[in-house]
């Protein structure tokens, strides 16, 4: 069974830079085919994709954050890290980690983390 | 990459069939077979219900069924019941990553 869940500070302040860890199990990113993204959503807004990194560390970005944001892996550890910097009150929003297959579907996802920007 | 235009809202009473389209462009769904639909009800993760288009995932109801049509693919809800009432969002990859839609609320009446 699939499991991922996401953990990190519930409140940032405004320019800190924000440090999400995803835990999984009932996987290895060691697998071919198999990878794990980052998704976000506003409150009451809509679904968008942050970035993901696949098992050979293919690693894609947003175009529009990509200059803020880095996606890492630690296969020992089953973990996936995404870290945003320069972090602005818009970017407050509940942060979701997915199970990634090849055709860029996300099959299984994680109850996600709300995170707060404010001062 | 811009996000797909989706309506916001669609509703349909107990029994209907409603769609709910999603509009791109000839850089993402024009192009790759590669969309995806969710949905994801209040307070909840979002639920993979479609994948390359016409896909479903073990489990998911046949009830539920995707289409594409040049730049626009589509979700077919048949056989409305209660706990369809949800939002639900298209994706599609969009040559370096994936887009998703603006969502669209359905309402069971």
């Known amino acids: 069974q699939i499991t991922l869940k996401e953990s990190g500070p519930t409140l940032v302040k405004p320019t800190q830079t924000l440090t999400l860890t995803c835990t999984f199990s009932?996987?290895?990113?060691?697998?071919?085919?198999?990878?794990v993204g980052w998704i976000r959503q506003p409150p009451g807004k809509a679904l968008e994709c942050l970035a993901f990194?696949?098992?050979?560390?293919?690693?894609r970005y947003t175009p529009s954050l990509k200059s803020r944001l880095t996606i890492t892996k630690d296969t020992s550890k089953n973990e996936v890290v995404l870290t945003m910097t320069n972090m602005d009150p818009m970017d407050t929003a509940t942060y979701y980690c997915?199970?990634?297959?090849?055709?860029?579907?996300?099959?299984?996802w994680g109850q996600g983390t709300m995170v707060t920007v404010a001062s | 990459q811009s996000a797909l235009t989706q309506p916001a809202s669609v509703s349909g009473s107990p029994g209907q069939s409603i769609t709910i389209s999603c509009t791109g462009t000839?850089?993402?769904?024009?192009?790759?077979?590669?969309v995806s639909w969710y949905q994801q009800h209040p307070g909840k993760a979002p639920k993979l219900i479609i994948y390359?288009?016409?896909q479903r995932p073990s489990g998911i109801s046949n009830r539920f069924s995707g289409s594409r049509s040049g730049n626009t693919a589509s979700l077919t809800i048949s056989g409305l019941q209660a706990e369809d009432e949800a939002n639900y969002y298209c994706?599609?990859?969009?040559?370096?990553?994936?887009?998703f839609g603006g969502g669209t609320k359905v309402t069971v009446l």
């Open positions: 009932g996987f290895s990113l060691t697998t071919n085919k198999v990878g």
């Open positions: 000839a850089n993402d769904i024009g192009t790759y077979n590669l």
């Open positions: 997915a199970h990634l297959l090849i055709g860029y579907k996300f099959d299984i």
């Open positions: 994706c599609s990859y969009a040559g370096s990553s994936v887009t």
């Open positions: 990194i696949y098992w050979n560390d293919d690693k």
């Open positions: 390359e288009v016409t």
